[in-house]
């Protein structure tokens, strides 16, 4: 089993998933925002893994925050949302309505967020962390020749698009933003002409990373 989670400075959840491998399952938890009295975590979403946890492969995990009550996660490359709702956006004079993820019902936003934390039992264990305010991957990607599928995969272009489509609404940012490889070799492109490097050589959503 696999667990994240978002958390306020005094421990309180705001938005966590639960991976359970042995049933193929996946829960999203909240803290119930209708019990003005004390806190109590109940779960929000649920549905079917899209593939196996097998031992010996790499898994990961990511939690793409839009604001503080619209967020949602990603597991091996599936979105763990199914549902969108349309919002107002006004332009210049002009309101048009967008289709976004659905808002989280929490008692607490994700601007109030101090920590996150992710544990696994069993085989299951976490490897690698990488975080950015807009963009993220994880070092291990930048070695391997798919680094670009892998990321496209998770980002928003169209669920529509073949053979290896994105996640749609529910992707981690726009497909654009997947690192480039030199010339076309397997190697990492240095120049990464729509990424820009922080000073610790991290890409500036939240994922994490581990292996069975």
Partial sequence: ?????????????????????????????????????????????????????????????????????????????????????????????????RERPLEILTKYGSNKAKFFKAKATGVAKFTEASWGQCIT?????????????????RSKMSQDVKPIPGLGHFGADMQIFAPTCFLGSKYYDWLQQSIHLTDNHKADRTAAASTW
Avoid at 32 to 49: A, Q
Avoid at 137 to 153: D, F, N, S
């Fill in 137 to 153: 991957w994880l070092g291990r990607w930048q070695r391997i020749v798919r680094c670009p599928i892998v990321v496209q995969a």
């Fill in 1 to 97: 089993q696999i667990k994240a989670g978002y958390y306020t400075a005094d421990q309180k959840l705001i938005f966590g998933v639960t991976i359970d491998c042995g049933k193929k399952k996946w829960s999203t938890q909240v803290t119930d925002p209708e019990n003005k009295d004390k806190d109590h975590v109940k779960n929000s979403l649920s549905g079917d893994l899209a593939g196996e946890c097998k031992s010996g492969e790499i898994f990961d995990i990511w939690l793409k925050i839009h604001q503080p009550k619209m967020m949602s996660w990603i597991f091996n490359g599936q979105g763990l949302q199914f549902k969108t709702r349309k919002t107002p956006f006004r332009h210049g004079q002009t309101t048009i309505y």
